[in-house]
């Protein structure tokens, strides 16, 4: 307080430092709104046919993604053709409104190429711009779509000249690697005719087109459809349908200039470039453009063009860029096309491709034009060695047949053909050189049947080649061990199979030998012939000699068994089944299997004598026993069959072989054979021959063991000087059906237990039987026709009386006692019919035929005592 | 009534502390408690004002004509201004918002600035005002400056929320910064008028009267 400080005076400030505030807002202010005055923007007036998708104060228009302005308004033009749209631009913009400015409105457009103005599907239309050259101006006339070349392109524009358009379009991608680099901004069509497309390429890929730059069309689908498999190609969706245009470029090129021209190629392999040359055929056949060249299944080049000439076709190829230094002057060009057979598709895919032509690289400097070659050409380090082939009759060998050993193909038929006198099948047979060693002398050639069925009773092998060899046949080698190497200079023989080749070889091997038979013997060619059930040979030919009304069966039997031959053989056909069928038991024997199907031939040594080794017997008994043949004409009810004995006195001496009816029907033709050792004797002349039946009576059974067998033949021997195999066989009766028997006819109150067969007894025995009954016309009595055997037909005359001999009699007398009667068990089951005889043949006289004479119930006690001489 | 009511610190020879409140004697040069610098009456505080308040008001021209939001839309881009909003809120049929934003944004302001333009005359140059008139609209413009505020808020939490890239997106465009700075400094300049100067001029006014 005592220290007063002077008071400060302050000046008092006019103005406070806040008032700088209100100074720097206004300048701001005043700053802003200048900038916004000049930055107010420029009115212009675009002219469009359609106010559709634009909006006032919303539709804005965009210079390379920048709004330069928007729609302020629309209106109606004067002429009321279209709108006004009234534009606020950028003041910014001024430089794009020139008199050559175009404006168009970008609808959201979505294409294959692409979806054009995404952005306007989101930020609704809007209104591009691309700027020209030319003065100040603010109104124009919008274009109808937006022009083609890119806004603002400051890429690469190229001209490609193409012999066609394609699928390409405006807006087709360039493709560089796949990658969308560019695209087609026009096309044209210049003076000569050619397409003319202009190309823009981006910026950032403008140093990928080079000087050198090749461009080829991708256009649409490269659809390669073979059977292995459907290979589409596409460069890219938008390609398959808008086109694409794909370019390569070597690295060393200097850049492209901008402008420069290039021509489209149509595919790239056109566009890699390659070498042209030129091929001669004398047809197009197979081949067409677009066949590939193909080496080492390669494809490196196409056929580009075919031009038919006057003599020939030429078929301009084009050999791909980097395998062109393979051509060389000795360059081999053949077609070849699929190979389709039955063993499998070969390059199946030339079905649908067609024929490619094959290639082979020469050495030298590349010619202008080469020959079509249709085979492949032959190597010279691969010369096959050549042989010729011939067969009697084409087995089924077709040109182009493989040759084959254990399978392998080792060769194959070159060629077929007849031999110059026709009089062969000649076959161009090339063995690959390094099967050489296979063909050696005894080698053979065969040709391979496509099924092979061996079907016994082993089962069925079925053994079928591959199905090569059905179409074209194989020939299969049979190597021999020998040592010696094939005379290739002589046509060899193709066999048509191995058996044939087999029985070639073994023809000189074996022993021929010719058997004769009545009948074919039921063998065939190939039948085995065995000896003691080993096989030793076949039947080689069954022939039918007319003359003699026989079969020649010619055997051929290894020559091993030769010895065998110089003995006294027999042949017989081996049944198949034998069947010793004898009371004492049933002997069943069966032939090896396989002469069972084919039939076969049995031979064996007889010891002794000198037999018939050219006789074929049917069966080994008749075979042994060097039976003699005879032939037997029996009655045509004869129950005979083939097999039946002829015997004589139980002993069989023969047998039926053969029994055919004859064609008058009433005969039995029977062929039969008499062993040998018995044979003499039953071939004389008067030799008779009976046939016996087994006959079950109630006396018991007459010859058993015809039950069995069937009917046999009885033979008695005779003594006539001369012989025959001719003989016949009586009707198998008994006397009473002989021809010079008494018929009697009988009249009987009733038939009684009588019946056909009935016999008649004299004294017990049978001397004739009742063979027919019948009713008497008027009716009062039952006529019996009677046979009375020949020889005893006079024991009958006048004065004899025939009574009832059927059943039992039983007399009963209350003193008499009871007496019963009975004839034979015969006559009382089967009743009969017996006959007495009062005179002798002086007193009386003898029967007449057909005289009736009556059947007494019973005979009268003094009947029975009845005693006349009875003499003949 | 008035007379006795209408005493004031001065005609007693006491001075308030601005800073804390303390009642000292006019004598002293600083408070007896915080040291701070005293004064009877602030008459600087009135250019200040003025300053801040013209500034403010100036700064409201382009806060109104600029945009204050940039809305992208599905890529489209839309600029509002304050009044295009709130037109848009009313064809939005939302009224009862278009009026709160209006209320905030348009009104409140131009009012706070009108109002304070008026005390500031009133202070100046000597108007004749009510006191009951200017102390109602006083205590109103205290109390609803604050709400103008509400815009930006709406600004800044929009900005936040809505971040859709070129879907849906907000972000404020320069006129929410002058309208900022109208809402900063109609407050600032509301609070720096030393209002004892006011209440001079009306117990004048009332001595007058």
Known sequence: MTQIEQPKVVRKKLFSPVWLLPIVALALGAWLGVKSIRESGIDVRIHFPSATGIDVGKTLVRYQGLNVGKVVDVSIDDELKGVNVDLLMDYRAEPLLRANSKFWLVTPKASITGVEGLDALFSGNYIGLLPGDGDFRDHFEAEQEAPPVLPGSDGLVIELSAEKLGSLDVGSPVFYRQIPVGEVVSYRLDPQHKVLLKAYIEKQYATLVRKDSHFWNVSGVQIDASLSGIKVNTASLASLIAGGINFSSPVSSPAAEANQGYKLYASQQEANGGVRFVLTAKDADGIKRGTDVIYRGVTIGEVENVVAESQSVSIHTRLDAPYAELLGSDAKFWREGADISLNGFKHAGRLVSGDVIQFLPGNGSPLAQYPLANTAPRLEHETPIMLTLTAAENPGISSGADIRYRQVSIGKIAQVRLADDFSAVLYQAEIFPEFKALLTAGSDFIAEAPLDIKASLDGVEVKSGDLTTLTKGVVSLRHSLNKKALNTAKPIALFASASKADAFYQQGHKIKWTLYSDDAASVTTGSPVYYKKMQVGTVTDVDWQATADRFAVTLAIDSTFAPLLKNNIVFWQNPALAVDASLTGVKLQMAPLNGVLKGSIALAKLDGHKVDSQRLYHSESLARSQAQAISLLLPADSSLRTGAAIRYQGTQIGEVTQVVLNADLKHLDAKAYLYGKYAAPFLKRDSQYQLQQAQVTLKGVEHPEALLTGAFIAATPGNASDNSTQFTVPRLTDDYMAKDALHLLLSRNTLGSVKNGTGIFFRGIQIGQIIDYRLKDNGDEVLLNASIAARYRHLLNQSSRFYDLSGIKVDLGLFSGAQIETGSLETILAGGIGVVTELNNQQAAPLNASQTLPVYGKADADWLQWRPQLSE | ?209
């Open chain 2, 1 to 209: 009534m008035k007379a006795n009511n209408s005493v004031q610190g001065k005609d007693l020879g006491l001075c308030r502390c601005d800073d804390c409140g303390q009642i000292n004697n006019t004598t002293e040069s600083c408070c007896l408690r915080c040291g701070a610098k005293l004064q009877l009456r602030d008459y600087n505080s009135l250019q200040r004002s003025w300053a801040l308040l013209i500034t403010a008001a100036i700064l409201l021209v382009p806060a109104n004509l600029y945009p204050i939001t940039t809305l992208t839309k599905s890529g489209r881009v839309t600029h509002d201004t304050i009044f295009s909003g709130i037109l848009r809120l009313v064809h939005s049929d939302m009224l009862p918002i278009a009026v709160i934003v209006f209320t905030a944004s348009i009104l409140v302001p131009w009012l706070k600035i009108i109002g304070l333009g008026i005390y500031l005359s009133a202070i100046s140059f000597n108007l004749k005002f009510s006191k009951k008139k200017l102390m109602l609209g006083f205590h109103l413009i205290e109390w609803i400056g604050r709400w103008s505020m509400l815009d930006l808020f709406v600004i800044s939490l929009t900005v936040a929320l809505v971040n859709m890239g070129q879907l849906l997106d907000a972000k404020p465009a320069p006129a929410a910064t002058a309208f900022a700075l109208v809402i900063l400094f109609t407050q600032v300049s509301a609070k720096v008028l030393d209002t004892r100067l006011l209440w001079d001029q009306l117990e004048q006014q009332d001595d007058a009267n």
